[in-house]
């Protein structure tokens, strides 16, 4: 089992920059992938991005460019820089981390974004 503390949501101006962090204790030698989603009031929770253990990297079209995504083996955390945020960016983000058998997932509680125009 794994527990996930997300931080680094808030308020900023479109064009601004926020950046997300999320730490995982427990069972963190099984986790592979760990990422970010992302839930808009009213729409269905999409993917953002995520970063397997070694470090390949997947991005959702809609943030490839303006967003990073980081880990820390060590230490078990997972970052997601965000630059150029617009308000279609608004939503609640949650970190996500995957065991290596894909039957186990875990999410984090979800930490508010929100892009003013």
């Known amino acids: 089992q794994v527990h996930l503390v997300e931080s680094g949501g808030g308020l900023v101006q479109a064009g601004g920059s926020l950046r997300l962090s999320c730490a995982a204790s427990g069972d963190t030698f099984l986790i592979n992938t760990m990422g970010w989603y992302r839930q808009a009031p009213g729409k269905q929770r999409e993917l953002v991005a995520t970063?397997?253990?070694?470090?390949?990297?997947n991005y959702a079209d809609s943030v490839q460019g303006r967003f990073t995504i980081s880990r820390d083996n060590a230490q078990n955390t997972v970052n997601l820089q965000m630059n150029n945020l617009t308000p279609e960016d608004t939503a609640v983000y949650y970190c996500?981390?995957?065991?290596?058998?894909?039957?186990?997932?875990?999410w984090g509680q979800g930490t508010q974004v929100t892009v003013s125009s």
């Open positions: 970063i397997s253990r070694r470090g390949s990297r």
């Open positions: 996500n981390v995957q065991f290596y058998d894909i039957n186990y997932d875990y």
